[in-house]
């Protein structure tokens, strides 16, 4: 068996990264290499819905109709309280329409 040289795939994954932040605005990268997720502000008050809403973007094959749900914390809070965190995956794409943060749930800092 043949295997190309270098890193495997690393100019399609960086296309495919560039293509997918041209059409669901700015992408982060998460911990896993075949996730990335909307920015989030760097401060934001609570209870309050984000400008835009917050898009979870799988490399990977998902089946339509899986349910997601997100976690957010910080320093003084490793699992805050969040509203509305739930959302469905369709086309590879979870889109959270109303996410808020309740109380101290995190904000400040973000770990992806």
Not at 6 to 12: L, R, T
Not at 62 to 67: A, E, K, R
Not at 72 to 82: F, H, K, Q, R, V
Request: charged share 20%; aromatic share 6%; proline share 4%.
């Amino acid at each position: 068996m043949h295997l190309p040289d270098g890193p495997v795939g690393m100019e399609s994954l960086n296309s495919i990264h560039e293509t997918l932040r041209a059409y669901h605005g700015d992408l982060i990268q998460t911990g896993s290499p075949a996730i990335l997720c909307s920015a989030l502000p760097t401060h934001w008050r609570s209870n309050k819905s984000l400008p835009v809403a917050f898009k979870v973007v799988v490399l990977d094959d998902i089946t339509d109709g899986t349910l997601v749900t997100i976690r957010a914390g910080n320093d003084e809070n490793c699992c805050g309280e969040l509203r509305n965190c739930t959302a469905v995956m369709k086309n590879q794409v979870a889109k959270f329409n109303d996410l808020r943060f309740v109380g101290r749930s995190g904000r400040g800092l973000w770990k992806y």
